[in-house]
């Protein structure tokens, strides 16, 4: 039963995610009437970081952080916020949301063919 309610758990998280990235998109096309794709890409930024640093002051950490993961999450959010999003709101602005989001939804394939050609 408990393995039940688990496996119902993670598929209604994963839907969840999908639904959210999804009217991420459409709102992220919506907002780009009148401004141009670095504005959207700003605006994202700055709410992601206020939201971001808003759960950080509210949940404790449960383990210490060495220096080196430190720096692979820097990394990570150089990479995947800055120009994830700029590049998603390019996109966005030039080919559309359905294209853009279509091309984004490439991430799990890029994600494991990746690591095993390098």
Known sequence: ??????M?????????GALCSAGATIFTRLGLHGHDAYTASWINMVVGTVGLWGAV?????????HARGLLFFILAGL???????????VGIEKV???VAAAITNLNPFIS???????
């Open 8 to 16: 119902y758990l993670v598929h209604s998280l994963a839907l969840t």
């Open 57 to 65: 002051c509210l949940v404790p950490p449960q383990e210490t952080l």
């Open 96 to 98: 559309g949301a359905s």
């Open 79 to 89: 990479i995947g916020t800055v120009g994830g999003r700029l590049f998603r709101s």
């Open 112 to 118: 494991t063919v990746w690591p095993s050609c390098c």
């Open 1 to 6: 039963m408990v393995e039940l309610l688990s």
